[in-house]
C-alpha cells in the first residue's frame, strides 16, 4: 500500500521559535522520532507533505529551509509553508521567496484561533488571490464553528483550491461516551463547504480532537460524514503526527475504514493519488 501522507509536523525547539509547544509536545520531532513512529506503521511505501508547525511568524521562511534541509533522511514530496495572508504586501514576498524552494506547494495562515471573519477582509481575499495565482494551494485549519468562513472564503476566491485540515475539527467526544457525527452543525457545514468544488478534505487530526484515549469506533462516523460529503476523490490521508497519534494506529485506522467503504482504486486515490493531484507533487 502506497501513502502519501499529506500532513506532517516536523519541528526542533533548539532550532525555531515554537510558542504553543507545552507537555509532550516540547521536544524535537525529527527524522529519527519519525523513524520511530513508523516502526508501528504497516510496511508501507510512505511519502510526506509538510505542514508549517506555527515556528515565530519572522521564522517562516528559515522552517521551510530546515525542513528542505532533512529531504536526505524523510521522504518529502512538499511543503506547506506560513504565509500572512492578512497582510498582502508580506504575502508577496513570501511568495516571491517560495518560488525559488521547489518543495513548496501550498501555503497556511493558521485560523483556529482567530476571530469570526478574519479571512472575510479584502486585504485577506487580495493575498489569497496571489496564492492561487501562484499556483499553490491553502490549507484552512480551523474549528468546526468556522466552517462558514471557509465557504465565504471559497465563494470569494473560486480559482484558489482550499485544502481543510482535520475534517474541521469536529467534536468527537470520548471513546466511551462518543459524540454524534450526522445531523450535527459540524456535519451540516461540512455539507455546505463541500458543495464547492475548490474545496477538499483531509482526514487527519481526529486523534487530538478525541477528549482522552481514542478508538476507531468512535472516529469512523466522522470519517463517514466527510465520505459523503466530498466523495472519494476530494479526500486525501495525513496523519497530523506528532499532534496526533500513535501514527501506526491512525494509519490502520483510516485504511480499514476505506477497506470497508471503497473498492481499491478509490482506496489508492485517498491514501496517496489526491494528494499527489491536489498539491501538484512533483
Not at 495562515?109 to 499556483?135: C, H, I, K, M, T
Amino acid at each position: 500500500m502506497r501513502v502519501v501522507d499529506g500532513h506532517l509536523h516536523l519541528w526542533d525547539p533548539e532550532v525555531l521559535t515554537y510558542e504553543w509547544l507545552e507537555g509532550s509536545l516540547l521536544r524535537p520531532f525529527g527524522p529519527d522520532e519519525l523513524d520511530l513512529a513508523l516502526q508501528d506503521a504497516p510496511d508501507d511505501d510512505f511519502g510526506f507533505v509538510f505542514v508549517q508547525a506555527e515556528c515565530a511568524a519572522e521564522q517562516s521562511v528559515a522552517e521551510v529551509d530546515w525542513v528542505a534541509a532533512l529531504a536526505p533522511r524523510v521522504p518529502l514530496r512538499g511543503i506547506v509553508a506560513r504565509a500572512p495572508l492578512e497582510d498582502p504586501a508580506a504575502t508577496d514576498q513570501h511568495l516571491a521567496a517560495y518560488e525559488s524552494r521547489p518543495l513548496v506547494v501550498g501555503v497556511r495562515r493558521l485560523l483556529q484561533s482567530e476571530p469570526d471573519g478574519f479571512s472575510a477582509s479584502p486585504g485577506f481575499r487580495d493575498a489569497a488571490r496571489a496564492v492561487a495565482a501562484a499556483d499553490l494551494t491553502f490549507d484552512a485549519c480551523v474549528r468546526w464553528s468556522q466552517l462558514s468562513d471557509v465557504v465565504h472564503l471559497a465563494d470569494a476566491v473560486p480559482e484558489l483550491t482550499i485544502v481543510l485540515d482535520h475534517l474541521g475539527k469536529p467534536p468527537v467526544g470520548s471513546a466511551d461516551a462518543a459524540a454524534p457525527a450526522d445531523d450535527t452543525p459540524w456535519a451540516t457545514e461540512l455539507r455546505r463547504l463541500a458543495r464547492r468544488h475548490n474545496v477538499v478534505c483531509k482526514l487527519s487530526g481526529l486523534p487530538a480532537e478525541s477528549e482522552g484515549e481514542w478508538t476507531a469506533a468512535q472516529l469512523r462516523p466522522f470519517l463517514d460524514v466527510a465520505l459523503d460529503a466530498f466523495g472519494p476523490h476530494r479526500l486525501l490521508f495525513g496523519g497530523d503526527w506528532p499532534v496526533s497519534g500513535p501514527y501506526g494506529r491512525w494509519v490502520e485506522t483510516v485504511s480499514s475504514w476505506l477497506m470497508d467503504r471503497l473498492g481499491e482504486h478509490d482506496r489508492a486515490a485517498v491514501l496517496a493519488g489526491n494528494a499527489e493531484r491536489v498539491y501538484r507533487l512533483a
